[in-house]
């Protein structure tokens, strides 16, 4: 990578058009409940599991279009709402919201080997269901979602988020080296192209891409590790974001998927905006 293409100007008015065209994973900034079911509130909902003091149902991954994400025991896809507040231990989720989308009720336990990207937890919702809580968000379902695999709901009013976990924790994802029109360039471990954001501070610890832009562009997620023989233009490192999730960064610059990529060698976010990247790899 050149050095002023780390710091090429983001063109902000372009690139939230772009964001807020598409829908897909990622992390997003609140709104209202009532705007974030809207008319979802008259299906039916999926019933969550019945508490059980003995038996702890185990949470899931699940792989999909937004990469490994939590589900419950059944494999329906897990969600928090960005308009929760963290650790306040309430859901601003009730009434119709809350049959659009299902609290997931406690115990549950964690994926055997999954790192979650947060502790887990519980709330006491006010009609005495307890709710479970993943990094101080109350987790929810989505009516929408009828099979496992299935993110209906992520992305939804720019609030309503999957959880994204590493698809292991014991080994590192490799990274590739995809051929595109734009030349080689860096791509996930699935073989999609891989982006740096310039309106990023590189080495901030944070990511200036959040609500609908994470949506159009989902992180990605650690851990990872260098494709062989490959000398990258920087070193791998690693940011928390404020839902627990790690993502990847490079040379200090958070690293992307774009939801317009659908497979190897697509690099439709090339140029977003003026201000989204890949990353060339030498030959």
């Not at 494999?75 to 309430?90: I, M, Q």
């Not at 994926?111 to 006010?126: C, D, S």
């Not at 994802?173 to 595109?180: G, R, Y």
Request: net charge positive.
């Amino acid at each position: 990578m050149r050095n002023r293409e780390w710091t090429r100007a983001a063109t902000g008015t372009a690139l939230i058009a772009v964001a807020l065209a598409v829908t897909a994973c990622g992390i997003g900034t609140g709104t209202s409940a009532g705007s974030a079911y809207g008319n979802q509130a008259t299906q039916a909902p999926a019933a969550p599991a019945s508490p059980s003091s003995a038996v702890t149902a185990a949470l899931k991954t699940e792989t999909t279009r937004a990469g490994t994400v939590l589900a419950n025991d059944h494999g329906l896809t897990l969600y928090y709402y960005s308009a929760d507040k963290r650790g306040s231990g309430t859901s601003v989720c009730t009434g119709g919201c809350a049959t659009a989308w299902p609290p997931l009720a406690a115990p549950v336990k964690a994926p055997a080997g999954v790192r979650l990207p947060g502790p887990l937890g519980m709330i006491t919702r006010p009609g005495g269901v307890r709710q479970v809580t993943i990094n101080g968000f109350p987790v929810y379902l989505y009516a929408g979602d009828k099979a496992p695999g299935q993110i209906a709901g992520n992305g939804m009013a720019g609030s309503w988020h999957v959880f994204q976990v590493p698809a292991t924790t014991g080994r590192a994802a490799a990274l590739k080296v995809s051929h595109t029109r734009a030349g080689p360039v860096l791509a996930s471990s699935r073989g999609l192209t891989l982006y740096y954001y310039s309106a990023d501070k590189p080495h901030s610890g944070k990511s200036a891409c959040a609500g609908t832009c994470a949506t159009a562009w989902p992180p990605l997620a650690a851990p990872v590790r260098a494709p062989a023989g490959v000398n990258l233009p920087g070193k791998l490192g690693v940011i928390t974001r404020p839902n627990g999730v790690k993502q990847v960064t490079l040379n200090g610059y958070p690293l992307y998927c774009y939801v317009g990529d659908k497979t190897t060698g697509q690099v439709a976010g090339n140029g977003v905006g003026g201000a989204w990247h890949v990353i060339k790899i030498k030959a």
